[in-house]
């Protein structure tokens, strides 16, 4: 059996400002947002080429608005993604972090989720 992991919530306290941020800075593609209910908002946001979203909204966590920390996205080039995601307005540091498993580059979002980006360490040959 295959489990895929296609949906992480990131509690936000303001999910307009969320969204704003992860689609028109970060790049996230929005693939849903509705009203459900009085107190339930869902808004569905994908990282381009990503088979996980995250969800943000109203009434559908308890955890702390900012809490998340870990988030990672993967991409093939970390100098590309800093001057992407820095051009677009998104505060990403000094430049990528050099670690034996990878290169990082961190944000938050405005709540202060941390997510960070990797480009992995490929094998040599």
Same mark, same amino acid.
């Given at each position: 059996?295959?489990? #895929?992991?296609?949906?992480?919530?990131?509690?936000? &306290?303001?999910?307009?400002?969320?969204? @704003? !941020?992860?689609?028109?800075?970060?790049? !996230?593609?929005?693939?849903?947002?509705?009203?459900? @209910?009085? &107190?339930?908002?869902?808004?569905?946001?994908?990282?381009?080429?990503? *088979?996980?979203?995250? &969800?943000?909204?109203?009434?559908? @966590?308890?955890?702390?608005?900012?809490?998340?920390?870990?988030?990672?996205?993967?991409?093939?080039?970390?100098?590309?993604?800093?001057?992407?995601? &820095?051009?677009?307005?998104?505060?990403? *540091?000094?430049?990528?972090?050099?670690?034996?498993?990878?290169? !990082?580059?961190? !944000? #938050?979002?405005?709540?202060?989720?941390?997510?960070?980006?990797?480009?992995?360490?490929?094998?040599?040959?």
């Amino acid at each position: 059996m295959d489990y #895929k992991l296609e949906l992480m919530c990131v509690p936000v &306290s303001d999910v307009d400002r969320a969204k @704003t !941020f992860y689609v028109d800075q970060v790049g !996230f593609t929005a693939d849903h947002d509705h009203r459900v @209910t009085e &107190s339930l908002r869902f808004v569905q946001l994908t990282p381009p080429g990503s *088979g996980c979203s995250i &969800s943000i909204g109203e009434g559908l @966590t308890t955890m702390a608005p900012g809490s998340l920390e870990g988030l990672q996205l993967v991409v093939e080039d970390a100098d590309a993604a800093y001057a992407e995601l &820095s051009a677009r307005g998104v505060e990403v *540091g000094d430049g990528p972090e050099d670690l034996p498993w990878g290169r !990082f580059v961190y !944000f #938050k979002d405005p709540d202060g989720n941390k997510w960070n980006i990797q480009q992995p360490v490929r094998p040599a040959g």
